[in-house]
């Protein structure tokens, strides 16, 4: 999973969420920051309140929170959701080719992009994936 630090990049650069099953997502600045929520039908889902999207939370949690709006949440994507949103970019190049290489205990993800070649290392596919992307959203 990627940083919390990097969901906020992501999410700065304009990174979009459409809340689905399995989402994963924080809440910061609520002394909940070392919490991860995931979007379930059994205890949260997203309903329209005062014609905004928000997380809806029932059942009986600890904390007790009844909503938070959804620009309050950040987005924890995983390493498939960072990959098809990076495609969804790339697709525009012709050919959108881009691929990610372990090597020596590293990922790269690597790809061309306007005419220049750029690769992304980190410790786990998904921050490679990550950094990629943010480098991209913050271009476009």
């Not at 949103?85 to 590293?106: K, S, T």
Request: a negative charge.
């Amino acid at each position: 999973m990627i940083s919390m630090a990097m969901a906020r990049e992501l999410k700065e650069a304009g990174l979009a969420w459409q809340p689905a099953q399995g989402d994963r997502f924080a809440l910061p600045d609520r002394d909940l920051d070392d919490r991860v929520f995931v979007i379930n039908d059994m205890a949260t889902i997203i309903e329209m309140f005062q014609g905004m999207p928000a997380v809806t939370f029932h059942g009986t949690p600890e904390w007790a929170s009844d909503y938070i709006f959804l620009g309050e949440a950040v987005w924890l994507p995983e390493e498939g959701q960072l990959r098809e949103r990076l495609h969804a970019i790339l697709v525009n190049e012709r050919p959108p080719v881009y691929d990610l290489v372990f090597m020596d205990g590293v990922f790269t993800c690597r790809f061309e992009w306007r005419g220049e070649s750029l690769a992304f290392r980190a410790q786990a596919a998904a921050d490679a994936y990550a950094a990629a992307l943010l480098c991209v959203l913050q271009a476009v």
